[in-house]
């Protein structure tokens, strides 16, 4: 079995306990405004072209029908509906101007790259994490992976938005996962407002978890002027609450500002107005007071 992956990051601290190493899936059914892994959303490659960065030296011209030089403002413009991804782009710039996000693989073979660092899962208490995207877009595959992991003495985490079907879930519970499952907002109108997607089959997977007995981290992404209003923090404090005794603890994960020149670079305009999330810290964490379980924050 192949899985589509844009990445796998090693040496990871935040993923999950310990030292991991991180696969980040192709695929993703949200669309949120804030998302620091665009390059994610399609399962099929694309291409990132930094044109800030662009000298238009030419090189890539002719290589294929999507480029050519304004012959006015002696630019390069890239026609990304004429872009076949082939990759020829990236490996003749010399500027590091384009990059392929995504690639497919058997699962042994991303096992085969994970178990190169056994050592360090064993001396710091880590392992694998699947992310995304979102694995649960490409069950099969990443049942696989994280049974072979498994075998292999390696304990595996997968990060959710809980999107995905039941079964999928329950599968990855059986194995020993860890859950590190996303809480983007609790009011239904505007979590379907913020992602394009309600919240009842995601909250109803969380309780399955839960009922399950898996071990589940809350990660609690907090994005200014998204979900961070007092009346969300309100909501979510009493989400979390109601969640508590089923959960390890809740980790608020603060809005980074890491992929807007990614979404700039892929074509897309969503929001690039956010601030960064940090300076807002103190007044969420205060404001999940009494949630009935520890709040850590990603990071600190």
């Keep these: ?49 930094a044109s800030s960065k662009c000298t238009a030296c030419g090189l890539c011209v002719g290589m294929c029908g999507a480029r ?30 384009n990059s392929v996000k995504g690639k497919k693989d058997t699962v042994d073979n991303v096992l085969r790259e994970v178990m190169k660092d056994k050592h360090y899962y064993e001396t710091s208490g880590g392992g694998l994490t699947v992310s995304g995207g979102e694995p649960s877009m490409q069950p099969d595959a990443v049942i696989e992976l994280i049974a072979k992991a498994k075998e292999a003495g390696v304990r595996s985490a997968i990060e959710s938005c809980g999107i995905g079907e039941r079964d999928f879930y329950m599968r990855a519970a059986d194995l020993g996962c860890i859950f590190l499952f996303d809480v983007k907002g609790v009011d239904e109108l505007k979590h379907k407002k913020n992602t394009r997607v309600g919240t009842e089959k995601i909250y109803g997977n969380l309780d399955a978890l839960i009922a399950r007995k898996a071990e589940i981290v809350l990660r609690l992404p907090m994005i200014p002027g998204y979900n961070d209003t007092d009346e969300d923090l309100v909501l979510l404090r009493d989400f979390i609450r109601a969640k508590a005794s089923g959960i390890e603890y809740a980790e608020i994960m603060p809005y980074h500002r890491l992929g807007v020149e990614k979404r700039r670079n892929l074509g897309l305009h969503d929001d690039d107005s956010i601030p960064d999330g940090r300076q807002f810290v103190d007044r969420w964490k205060s404001a999940l007071d009494g949630c009935g379980t520890e709040v850590k924050v990603s990071g600190s």
């Design 68 to 97: 050519y030089i304004d012959p006015e403002t002696h630019k390069l413009v890239y026609d990304r509906t004429k872009c076949t991804v082939c990759g020829k782009c990236e490996e003749i710039c010399p500027h590091k101007v």
């Design 1 to 49: 079995m192949e899985l589509n992956f844009f990445n796998i990051q090693k040496f990871c601290l935040h993923d999950g306990p310990g030292i991991r190493t991180t696969v980040f899936l192709k695929g993703c059914p949200l669309r949120c405004a804030w998302c620091h892994n665009p390059e994610s959303h399609r399962i099929e490659p694309e291409l990132l072209f």
